[in-house]
């Protein structure tokens, strides 16, 4: 009887944006890693975002050396809760403002 050697689950920790709209492309960030803790090749972390309020970005793992399964996964790379406005409109002035772990919104009205 011959030996049968599986393949392995790679250990794949993906997370999405979390901040302030900046004007920047953000997207997800991460890596997979192997059974020695080593960092793997074939990640796709997918889309990147801009604008508010974001989106899903769907990351998939492909392995390259045969030795570990496909995986794959979504991510909210950005969303109305974690992109937040910076208006430069006349009327309204956005800024948000950290205190205590919790998030506040203020508008200045002309």
Do not use: Q
């Not at 997370?15 to 074939?42: I, K, R």
């Amino acid at each position: 009887m011959a030996d049968v050697i599986s393949k392995a689950d790679p250990v794949c920790t993906i997370s999405g944006y979390d901040d302030v709209y900046d004007g920047d492309a953000h997207g997800a960030s991460g890596s997979c890693s192997g059974v020695e803790d080593e960092v793997l090749d074939g990640l796709d972390l997918g889309a990147s975002f801009t604008n508010v309020p974001g989106g899903t970005a769907d990351w998939t793992f492909t392995d390259v050396t045969g030795n570990y399964n496909d995986d794959s996964g979504s991510v909210a790379s950005s969303s109305p809760r974690l992109i937040r406005c910076a208006r430069s409109a006349a009327t309204t002035t956005c800024m948000t403002v950290r205190l205590m772990e919790r998030r506040f919104v203020l508008r200045r009205r002309r």
